[in-house]
């Protein structure tokens, strides 16, 4: 069984920033591929980043505001967010995923935290 888990996110006003942590557990010496992905009421779920093969890729949406990368443990991944803006505010999640077909698709992975909540105020 593998377990993602999530850590930071939180309330913050515009402009702020914030940093999210991810870390995948499982099959001993297993590598994972892991990304992020949120979601919005209302809306589906959109990616948003991910670290992979030494290569970091976006959203459009965070583009140049946000910056992945891997953390100092195997299957770690930290998300650092600046200049946000309230259409930002969403569930932030992570993923993983031994072979994703389509890194920037959610139905790829088959391995998700529970979400961390992300929230920007004006």
């Known amino acids: 069984q593998v377990q993602v888990v999530e850590s930071g996110g939180g309330s913050v006003q515009a402009g702020d920033s914030l940093r999210l942590s991810c870390a995948a557990s499982?099959?001993?010496?297993?590598?994972?591929?892991m990304a992020w992905f949120r979601q919005a009421p209302g809306k589906e779920r959109e990616f948003v980043a991910t670290f992979n093969w030494g290569t970091a890729r976006y959203g459009k949406a965070v583009q140049g505001r946000f910056t992945i990368s891997r953390g100092s443990a195997r299957n770690t991944i930290d998300l650092q967010m600046n200049s946000l803006k309230p259409e930002d505010t969403a569930v932030y999640y992570c993923?993983?995923?031994?072979?994703?077909?389509?890194?920037?698709?959610?139905?790829?992975?088959?391995?998700w935290g529970q979400g961390t909540q992300v929230t920007v105020s004006s």
């Open positions: 993923a993983a995923d031994e072979r994703p077909y389509e890194y920037y698709n959610h139905n790829s992975y088959d391995y």
């Open positions: 499982g099959r001993t010496g297993s590598t994972y591929f």
